[in-house]
Every structure is written in structure tokens, then in C-alpha cells.
């Protein structure tokens, strides 16, 4: 049996009322408190006997991720019987793409991007999970409703429903910073927007430089300020302006789509807020932009940055660095949104196998499996979150777990040549000096010919 932890929404309500009486309020340190009575460990799995059966599985996951996640399913393996083989590589989302339209897709099929699974779903190469697992998700997945809808797409009738169940999924909501900087000078990680805001400008008073911001990568340049802004968004705006304006439903002119960039713009494009200034937020690569944190006279204080960000600090003293939620707004009572992303499982070839491995990721035990490897977060209430494999990983899992609201990020969902195309390139365009109302009309300019 589990022992049941103090509901998330009770401590909401807390918040409100002590908004309401002008204090402030935190979510980190709530979600820890709701969460410290750790549950019982669940039984194990004991899954449906299916010798002789074969599963297939395409994935993205190679080396380091793909023994991680054979990890997982050698446990399916196992407790089932069933033989599983896995058709994984890098290149896996064009793979799927292929099969489905040859007829050769696998049975799961483990897709990254949202934009391929509504493709699928629009050309009837995806099986319906279900209002059952829908149900479930809803019930035991913190943010539970936000996860249902974003696994939901719309087959060829134009009908939504559930076909992809999130599993391994990541967090961008986070600032990163270093406590020992910060105890120096006597700041405290800020418990809301506003207190986010008054610290900014508190260092800027001290004389030191409060973030550091870096845009390039590559081809993929300008994808680290889509984050920024859809970050903004979550903050400034109800789920449903978010929604809207990832399928453009409202232009990318619209005053609130203006107001999250210019919140953006409000530190990148001012010197005394971002380290080296606009033009250095433009050339620097997003691999190298932390490493302001670090030493004795650090470039910056902060970093707003997705968990994996960690993988490019410097090796000797990436121990010395933290995290806080990217917070929200206490006059904008919205809630705790958190941006982030992950994998979604689809049956893509239905059989007894495939059904049986759809539930086995229900249970508790496939989460925690990964979870003690790394590299892995789940938002499931029931994984004993003492599995995970280092203090950071627990960090951001406690953070998805005190999310009222989930979101993918929104250049994700656009269509390519949208999201990963004029959206990227305005915001470099943007952050060099170029006028936001010319740059948003480019990018609407853009969607309308894909129409």
C-alpha cells in the first residue's frame, strides 16, 4: 500500500491565501513538503504471460541511453517473457516516418517530437490508447490533465484522442546559478517573478552582471530565446493563450506574443543585464554561455537553461552548481507552469505485446528503473522518488511533480519551418536590433504560407 502525501492542491490553496495576505510564497519548498512522506515501494511488476510473443520498439536512444532504456525493458522482458526487439538510432523519427507509410511500422514507436505523432495520427498509423489510460494518466501523472492532452492528436476524421503516453520527460524551467556566489553576497534564490525581478536589479546595483545568455548553435541558432519567451508565455498568459498561439490561432503580432518577447528582450538586449551585451548573447554558443557561472569572477549569476544543460559545465566544478524554478508571477495567480518535453509512446502495430508493454509503463517499477541510472524524470506520483540517481535529478522531478501545468515547448509543436525556421532566426533577428514588429510580421508572414 501507499501512503498517500499531503494533495498538491491543498498547498495551492495555501498559496493563494497567503497571497492574498501579501506574503510570499514558494514552490520548491511546498513541493518537498508535500512530498517528504515518500510512499511505500510499490509491488513489483508481475506483468501477463506472453512467451513466445515478440515486441518491436524504434527509438531515439543510442549508447549510454539506449543501455538505460534496454534496462527498462529487460525488466519487461523478464516478468513477461516476451522477447523485445529495439530498432533504435538517431535518425529513428525519419525511420518511423518511413515504416508507417511502407507498413512496416514496429510496435512501439518512441517519438521525440509532437509535430511527428499528430503526422502519424492525421495518416491513421497510430492505435488509440484509450480512455482508460487516459484516465489514469489524469489520475497519476502530477499535472495529469496537461500530460493527457499533450499525448492527444487528431486522426484522419479530424477525431482527437489519446495516442501517446509521456515517458522520460525533461525540465527548462530552471535558473542555474552558484549557491556559494550567491551566499557571498547575500542573495536568496527568489520564490517568485517579482522577487526574480527585484534581484536582477539588485545586482545591477552591486556592480556585477546578473545573466549570461547564449544563442548559438550551429544551424539551430536562436533556439535557446524561443525557450525564453515560451517560458514568458506560461507566465504572463492563461494555457490557453499558450495553446492558441503555438497553432496560430493568434499571430505571432498579437500584444500578448509581443509582451512575452519583450520580456525576453527586456535582458538580452540590455548590457547591464546580460554578459558581453545583445551581440554577445548572439554569438556566443549555448554550450559555452554557463560557464559564466563558474570562478572566482564569475561573467554572470544566473542562467535560465533545461536540465541537460549541466552536461556542459566545467568538469571540475559542475558540483559547485544549483538550480531554482524559472518562477511565476504572485499578482498573475496562475499557477506553477512548467516548460519542458519528452518522449511519447505510441503503438504503432498493435498486438497482446504492445498492450501489455503500454501498462507495464503505468507501473511505478518501469520509472524507477531509469530513474536509478539517470538521465531520467517522470512526473508519476507514485515512483518513489528516492530512486533518483543524484540530488539535481531529485531537484527537477520534485519540480515536475509541484507543476499545475505542463507544456511542450512551443517551437516544437509550430511546424518546422515555423518553429525551427523564421521563429529562430527572428529572435537572433530581434536580439541583434531589429525592429520586434518587423520581425513578428516575418514569422507570421511565413506561417501563412504553409497555409
Not at 522577487?195 to 545586482?203: P, V
Not at 507566465?235 to 495553446?243: A, E, G, I, N
Not at 498573475?332 to 497482446?352: E, N
Request: proline share 6%; hydrophobic share 40%; glycine share 8%.
Amino acid at each position: 500500500m501507499h501512503r498517500s502525501p499531503t494533495p498538491w492542491h491543498s498547498f495551492r490553496s495555501q498559496a493563494v491565501r497567503r497571497t492574498k495576505l501579501g506574503h510570499s510564497f514558494c514552490l520548491l519548498s511546498w513541493v518537498l513538503c508535500a512530498w517528504a512522506a515518500q510512499p511505500a515501494l510499490a509491488d513489483d511488476y508481475q506483468g501477463p504471460e506472453l512467451k513466445g510473443e515478440t515486441l518491436t520498439i524504434s527509438c531515439p536512444w543510442t549508447g549510454a541511453e539506449g543501455d538505460n532504456f534496454r534496462s527498462v525493458t529487460a525488466l519487461f522482458e523478464r516478468r513477461t517473457g516476451a522477447v523485445v526487439h529495439h530498432a533504435c538510432s538517431q535518425s529513428s523519427e525519419q525511420a518511423i516516418l518511413a515504416n508507417a507509410k511502407n507498413g512496416t511500422s514496429t510496435n512501439i514507436s518512441v517519438i521525440p517530437q509532437p509535430g511527428l505523432a499528430a503526422q502519424l495520427a492525421s495518416m491513421g498509423a497510430m492505435v488509440p490508447l484509450g480512455a482508460k489510460t487516459q484516465a489514469w494518466m489524469e489520475r497519476a501523472y502530477a499535472a495529469g490533465q496537461s500530460w493527457a492532452e499533450l499525448g492527444q492528436f487528431s486522426n484522419a476524421q479530424g477525431k482527437k484522442e489519446l495516442y501517446g503516453l509521456a515517458f522520460n520527460v525533461n525540465v527548462k524551467s530552471l535558473v542555474w546559478y552558484i549557491p556559494k556566489r550567491f551566499e557571498e553576497k547575500g542573495y536568496k534564490a527568489p520564490q517568485s517573478m517579482e522577487q526574480l525581478e527585484a534581484l536582477t536589479q539588485r545586482m545591477v546595483k552591486d556592480g556585477v552582471t546578473p545573466w549570461c545568455i547564449g544563442l548559438e548553435s550551429e544551424a539551430a541558432s536562436g533556439w535557446p530565446a524561443t525557450d525564453w519567451v515560451e517560458d514568458m508565455m506560461l507566465r504572463l498568459h492563461p494555457t490557453s493563450v499558450y495553446d492558441d498561439w503555438v497553432t496560430n490561432r493568434i499571430p505571432f503580432n498579437d500584444p500578448r506574443v509581443l509582451e512575452a518577447i519583450k520580456a525576453y528582450g527586456k535582458i538580452a538586449t540590455d548590457p547591464a543585464l546580460v554578459a558581453g551585451g545583445p551581440k554577445a548573447v548572439n554569438s556566443t554558443s549555448f554550450k559555452e554561455s554557463p560557464r559564466g557561472l563558474f570562478g572566482n569572477q564569475p561573467a554572470c549569476y544566473m542562467h535560465r537553461q533545461a536540465s541537460f544543460i549541466s552536461s556542459f559545465f566545467p568538469e571540475r566544478q559542475a558540483q559547485e552548481a544549483d538550480f531554482f524554478y524559472f518562477p511565476s508571477y504572485v499578482k498573475k495567480m496562475l499557477g506553477f507552469p512548467v516548460l519542458g518535453g519528452g518522449t511519447l509512446f505510441t503503438i504503432t502495430q498493435d498486438s497482446k505485446a504492445a498492450r501489455a508493454f503500454m501498462a507495464f509503463l503505468q507501473h511505478p517499477q518501469a520509472h524507477e528503473t531509469w530513474m536509478e541510472r539517470g538521465g531520467f524524470l517522470t512526473p508519476h506520483r507514485a515512483a518513489d522518488r528516492r530512486k533518483y540517481r543524484d540530488r539535481l535529478q531529485r531537484k527537477a522531478g520534485d519540480i515536475l511533480l509541484g507543476a499545475t501545468t505542463i507544456r511542450f515547448d512551443g517551437s516544437d509543436l509550430m511546424p518546422a519551418a515555423v518553429g525551427a525556421g523564421t521563429f529562430w532566426k527572428g529572435m537572433l533577428d530581434y536580439t541583434g536590433g531589429k525592429n520586434l514588429e518587423v520581425v513578428t510580421a516575418d514569422i507570421d508572414k511565413s506561417w501563412k504560407a504553409l497555409k
